[in-house]
């Protein structure tokens, strides 16, 4: 985390540089490209307790945005001759109208998620312990408003609050008990708050 915070502050940094820079708001309304972080869109649900930030990859076109979104987590660590591995996989989609009103843009619509998880654990032969395959999927939707500020021609900040909808299926492979022991479905709801930094091209 402490080098996410590194990243955010050093955008920012940039960020201010570039207003003082600017003598002109340039923001091209017509088609704009660039990416994105959120300081707090962390699925705070995790499973198993992964903690990882979304990247934007906002495209305006018009009356329009588009804004795919992605996230990758591995860790693989050894603890007691016992292999374990987590890992984290998570793609998006949103679909937004907007309205521009000089460097402030209000935006409302919708996000689609879908989310894999894994935990792994391999014991050695010998061991009494099992071995572990648990694998959780998650589709979500979220109708979304937001809005963010350009405070240059190519920085913004801004936050949305969505409502979320996930569909939950959750599986565990076990040697003791043969495949698939356990099944479950959830569903959960539950409002999502989101403060992004953007940077357009």
Same mark, same amino acid.
């Given at each position: 985390?402490?080098?996410?915070?590194?990243?955010?502050?050093?955008?920012?940094?940039?960020?201010?540089?570039?207003?003082?820079?600017?003598?002109?708001?340039?923001?091209?309304?017509?088609?704009?490209?660039?990416?994105?972080?959120?300081?707090?869109?962390?699925?705070?649900?995790?499973?198993?307790?992964?903690?990882?930030?979304?990247?934007?990859?906002?495209?305006?076109?018009?009356?329009?945005?588009? #804004?795919? @979104?992605? &996230?990758?987590?591995?860790?693989? *660590?050894?603890?007691?001759? +016992?292999?374990? !591995?987590?890992?984290?996989?998570?793609?998006?989609?949103?679909?937004?109208?907007?309205?521009?009103?000089?460097?402030?843009?209000?935006?409302?619509?919708?996000?689609?998620?879908?989310?894999?998880?894994?935990?792994?654990?391999?014991?050695?032969? #010998?061991? @009494?312990? &099992?071995?572990?395959?648990?694998? *959780?999927?998650?589709?979500? +939707?979220?109708? !979304?408003?937001?809005?963010?500020?350009?405070?240059?021609?190519?920085?913004?900040?801004?936050?949305?609050?969505?409502?979320?909808?996930?569909?939950?299926?959750?599986?565990?492979?076990?040697?003791?008990?043969?495949?698939?022991?356990?099944?479950?479905?959830?569903?959960?709801?539950?409002?999502?708050?989101?403060?992004?930094?953007?940077?357009?091209?």
């Amino acid at each position: 985390m402490n080098k996410i915070l590194e990243s955010i502050i050093l955008m920012l940094l940039i960020g201010f540089q570039s207003v003082t820079a600017q003598t002109e708001f340039e923001y091209d309304k017509s088609l704009n490209i660039g990416f994105g972080v959120a300081f707090y869109d962390v699925f705070e649900n995790g499973f198993p307790n992964i903690i990882v930030p979304l990247v934007y990859f906002p495209i305006d076109v018009g009356k329009f945005m588009i #804004e795919p @979104s992605a &996230s990758y987590f591995k860790e693989e *660590r050894t603890r007691d001759d +016992i292999n374990f !591995t987590d890992s984290d996989v998570t793609v998006g989609l949103g679909l937004f109208h907007k309205a521009n009103y000089e460097r402030t843009v209000i935006y409302y619509g919708l996000r689609f998620y879908q989310r894999r998880e894994k935990e792994e654990r391999y014991p050695p032969l #010998e061991s @009494s312990l &099992s071995t572990l395959n648990k694998s *959780r999927y998650t589709r979500s +939707i979220a109708p !979304t408003i937001g809005g963010h500020y350009f405070f240059s021609s190519h920085f913004s900040l801004g936050g949305d609050v969505s409502f979320q909808r996930d569909f939950l299926e959750t599986s565990e492979d076990s040697d003791d008990y043969g495949p698939y022991d356990s099944y479950d479905r959830v569903t959960i709801n539950a409002t999502k708050i989101r403060i992004v930094l953007r940077y357009f091209l």
